[in-house]
């Protein structure tokens, strides 16, 4: 079964930071670009950044928005993708959710994990 | 950034109407759009992508069409089902969503 599962949300203060990971499972990992989106509570979508298959350069884009305290990494061996969020802030409480990118249409995602900041 | 708007941003309707809902982009996108549907805490899940194509497992009354800056998701025969949010997203450049559209069923 495709599947992906995300860990790691949690209650924070504001100003620390919380590492998310996405365990994928049941495709090729490795040839799939992988992108994280949130919502806050009540809101829509809102695309956070994501990180290119190793075939593409690896490399990562992030919305403008969030440039500089958001950074989304890969581990192909373990089948893994992080998002590190640095300096939270209240306005990142939100669920934050993983899913596959597939040619940039996105098929596959997570059920969300739930990070709530608090001042 | 490429702005995303959806129109209407509430709709209510009956089962078997003819639903259309929109989606305009702030500068052409060619067909790089995809349709969402969401319902209440779950994960959102893909319809349609490059604008009309139906994802695998999704209902034939989904259809999407547009190219450019004017796309439209459109269900032929409402069911019960299909009360849920529904987003638009581009993913020409940067990745954006539209505000959503939430269907409700009378």
């Known amino acids: 079964e495709v599947q992906l599962v995300e860990s790691g949300g949690d209650l924070v203060q504001a100003g620390r930071s919380l590492r998310l990971s996405c365990t994928a499972s049941g495709f090729m990992f490795g040839d799939y670009d992988m992108t994280w989106v949130r919502q806050a509570p009540g809101k829509g979508l809102e695309w956070v950044g994501l990180?290119?298959?190793?075939?593409?350069?690896?490399?990562?884009d992030y919305a403008a928005s969030l440039k500089g305290r958001f950074t989304i990494s890969r581990d192909d061996s373990k089948t893994i993708a992080y998002l590190q969020v640095n300096s939270l802030k209240t306005e990142d409480t939100a669920v934050y959710y993983c899913?596959?990118?597939?040619?940039?249409?996105?098929?596959?995602w997570g059920q969300g994990t739930l990070v709530t900041v608090s001042s | 950034d490429i702005q995303m708007t959806q129109s209407p941003s509430t709709l209510s309707a009956s089962v078997g109407d003819r639903v259309i809902i929109t989606c305009r982009a702030s500068?052409?996108?060619?067909?790089?759009l995809a349709w969402y549907q969401q319902k209440p805490g779950k994960a959102p899940k893909l319809l349609i992508y490059?604008?009309?194509s139906l994802e695998s497992g999704v209902p034939s009354r989904f259809s999407g069409s547009g190219s450019g800056t004017e796309f439209t998701l459109t269900i032929s025969s409402l069911q019960p089902d299909d009360s849920a949010t529904y987003y638009c997203?581009?993913?020409?450049?940067?990745?954006?969503f539209g505000q959503g559209t939430k269907l409700e069923i009378k």
């Open positions: 490059k604008a009309s």
């Open positions: 500068q052409s996108i060619s067909s790089w």
């Open positions: 997203q581009q993913y020409s450049s940067y990745d954006t």
């Open positions: 990180v290119r298959r190793r075939s593409a350069g690896g490399t990562t």
């Open positions: 899913t596959r990118s597939r040619g940039g249409a996105l098929d596959i």
